[in-house]
């Protein structure tokens, strides 16, 4: 009986054995999904009106503005650095191809990465303002927003809205 019982262990063994070296030859058929991260935002010109404040209002975009995306890791070391351009209505979608995440929370995209304004191609708007950390480096917020595709998936991160300042503002008289 004990022998029965031996053979049938040693015969399971050897099949779970056969069964695991099959399964290692056979090429993968299943397609990874690639999960980007994307950090979005817009570009403005803040009117005169507003100069020195944080407001927004009367603000117009800037085509052709440049914004940087900085990363860094858990020792404060630059891990991903590229500039980004606005399309024709101020916005900026920049995909973050070849950031990795370590396993440390502080390798996360919303503790390690930030937005700044580098530059704007209009002369009359292109002093750098702090508008919502322009300078320092705006931090992203997450909005749950995520675009899916058959094999793709991005996690979209939000910035800004960052504004350059305009150059000459003509004082306005109080009579």
Same mark, same amino acid.
């Given at each position: 009986?004990?022998?029965?019982?031996?053979?049938?262990?040693?015969?399971?063994?050897?099949?779970?054995?056969? #069964?695991?070296?099959?399964?290692?030859?056979?090429?993968?058929?299943?397609?990874?999904?690639?999960?980007?991260?994307? %950090?979005?935002?817009? %570009?403005?010109?803040?009117?005169?009106?507003? +100069?020195?404040?944080?407001?927004?209002?009367?603000?117009?975009?800037?085509?052709?503005?440049? %914004?940087?995306?900085?990363?860094?890791?858990?020792?404060?070391?630059?891990?991903?650095?590229?500039? +980004?351009?606005?399309?024709?209505?101020?916005?900026?979608?920049?995909?973050?191809?070849? +950031?990795?995440?370590?396993?440390?929370?502080?390798?996360?995209?919303?503790?390690?990465?930030?937005?700044?304004?580098?530059?704007?191609?209009?002369? #009359?708007?292109?002093?750098?303002?702090? %508008?919502?950390?322009?300078?320092?480096?705006?931090?992203?917020?997450?909005?749950?927003?995520?675009?899916?595709?058959?094999?793709?998936?991005?996690?979209?991160?939000?910035?800004?809205?960052?504004? +350059?300042?305009?150059?000459?503002?003509?004082?306005?008289?109080?009579?």
């Amino acid at each position: 009986m004990a022998s029965t019982q031996i053979m049938i262990v040693a015969s399971l063994l050897l099949l779970a054995i056969h #069964s695991i070296a099959a399964y290692e030859n056979v090429p993968a058929k299943a397609v990874e999904k690639n999960v980007d991260v994307v %950090v979005e935002g817009m %570009v403005y010109c803040q009117s005169c009106e507003h +100069f020195g404040t944080w407001s927004m209002s009367g603000a117009e975009p800037i085509s052709a503005a440049k %914004v940087s995306v900085i990363c860094k890791d858990y020792r404060n070391r630059v891990s991903y650095y590229k500039v +980004f351009e606005t399309d024709a209505h101020g916005y900026f979608y920049a995909q973050l191809e070849g +950031f990795k995440m370590g396993h440390s929370l502080l390798d996360h995209p919303l503790t390690s990465c930030h937005v700044k304004l580098v530059s704007s191609p209009l002369q #009359s708007c292109n002093l750098l303002s702090n %508008v919502n950390y322009g300078l320092n480096g705006s931090p992203l917020r997450y909005e749950n927003k995520r675009m899916l595709g058959k094999n793709y998936e991005a996690v979209v991160y939000a910035a800004g809205p960052l504004a +350059f300042r305009p150059a000459h503002c003509t004082p306005t008289s109080h009579l």
